[in-house]
């Protein structure tokens, strides 16, 4: 642990536990059977994708929220975001008779803006990104005089989020570890510093997306570091900058931190859907990819804490991310195979496919491309499969049948 003195301390996390007391839903967090067999590890998942709001933003905001002076909750606050925080933000504030302000990009999706005003924000629609919508929203904050409730960068909204920590410590006996994403560290800032000063054996393990792994590299050259643009379907953690308050929390209380994948991610989405019955976003699952490949240093059997951390996921990013984790796992494939064109020769491919119980779902037949002789066609199949054993019977059973073919990806 560093020496440095913290931004927050166990205190402060209590203090914030007694503010959100009622007003917060005490999430689930139960053992899963099926992801500790699949992980080797004995896996709790915390589930925060079920608060009002869709995530645990709801903590840290309600914190700050609740710390106004009368004088500030009459002018109102005002934040920048395109998500949970919004959200977060835009329903504590409601519920408290405070104006609520709420900056987003103006590519935000609709059903995001809808649900924020729904929850009874005022919401502006300005900038191109996050960046350009937080400048707006700090000069309305100085023009209007409001209070500016930034999503992870601040000691108040981290003890908010170290809720989280607190519960955990209650919910699993004997808890060994937790494995939480990371985005700006205001979440894992909180949960590391209540749990940590609580039972100091935990092991506390941060997750972040291979595209932007703000938070490790800073720690890797010990300060905050920008790093280039990049997109993720993990949008909840897409952070460029780790925070100037919660990096020294991080690298004081933190044991390691790892990354993962973006097929990895949609693959964790579909095992929560599929053998949980739970829907997560993209940063929501970011954890349970990680465990699911292994990533931590965990020996096998470790008692461990997994956050799901949101489930607000358009539906239609949802589906692109269902087939993605699909072909993933081998389960969704495309194949183009060459065979004669004359009639019957389609049949008999079919034939062939429909014998090893494969469902086709989509084909494109062509004549003219890909440089296929005279007297020959080629077809992209696509199809659903067992898994990647059915597949690799499938592409055996095509080759021993003469038929040429490749992936297509």
């Known amino acids: 642990m560093s020496s440095a003195k913290p931004a927050i301390t166990l205190q402060d996390v209590l203090d ?25 590890l004995e896996v709790s998942l915390k589930l925060e994708n079920l608060q009002m709001t869709g995530s645990f933003k709801e903590r840290g905001a309600l914190n700050r929220i609740a710390t106004l002076t009368p004088e500030q909750g ?29 900056v987003m990009p103006l590519t935000t999706p609709l059903v995001k803006v809808t ?41 108040l909204v981290m003890a908010g989020q170290g809720t989280i920590g607190l519960e955990l410590l209650e919910q699993v006996e004997d808890l060994e570890a937790v494995v939480v994403p990371i985005g700006g560290g205001g979440l894992i800032g909180g949960i590391a510093c209540a749990v940590k000063e609580s039972k100091p054996s935990v092991k506390v393990i941060g997750v972040q997306t291979s595209r932007l792994p703000s938070m490790k590299q800073a720690v ?7 790093l280039d643009p990049s997109t ?29 994948e973006e097929d990895e991610i949609a693959s964790a989405i579909l095992t929560l859907l599929e053998r949980e019955k739970t829907l997560a976003e993209g940063a929501g699952a970011t954890a349970l990819a990680a465990i699911l490949q292994h990533k931590p240093s965990l020996a096998k059997g470790t008692r461990t804490a997994v956050l799901v951390c949101g489930g607000n996921i358009d539906v239609t990013l949802l589906s692109r991310i269902i087939e993605r984790g699909l072909v993933q796992d081998g389960r969704l494939i495309r194949l183009r195979i060459t065979l004669l064109d004359k009639p019957g020769a389609l049949t008999e491919l079919t034939t062939l496919i429909a014998s090893h119980r494969v469902n086709i779902v989509d ?47």
């Not at 999430?27 to 992980?39: A, G, H, K």
């Not at 890797?220 to 920008?226: A, C, K, L, N, Q």
């Open 16 to 40: 914030a536990r007694e503010r959100l007391r009622n007003s917060v839903y005490l999430s689930p967090c139960t053992r899963s059977e099926m992801l500790s067999r699949l992980t080797g």
């Open 74 to 102: 009459k002018r109102g606050v005002v934040a920048a975001s395109a998500g949970n925080h919004a959200q977060g933000v835009a329903y504590h504030a409601t519920q408290r008779g405070i104006r609520a302000v709420i």
């Open 115 to 155: 649900a924020t005003r729904g929850f009874g924000a005022e919401v502006v629609l300005h900038g191109a990104n996050y960046d350009e919508a937080c400048a707006e929203a700090l000069r309305l904050c100085e023009a209007q005089g409001m209070t500016f409730i930034h999503p992870f960068d601040d000691p």
């Open 220 to 226: 890797y050259e010990r300060h905050p570091v920008t």
């Open 232 to 260: 993720t379907i993990a949008d909840g953690i897409a952070v460029r900058r780790a925070g100037d308050v919660t990096y020294p929390v991080v690298e004081r209380y933190v044991d390691e931190i790892v990354t993962v």
């Open 363 to 409: 084909t494109l037949y062509n004549r003219a491309y890909y440089g296929v002789n005279l007297g020959d066609t080629t077809i992209d199949i696509t199809m659903e499969t067992r898994g990647r054993e059915q597949v690799a019977e499938l592409l055996g059973a095509l080759t021993a049948g003469g038929y040429k073919h490749e992936r297509v990806l």
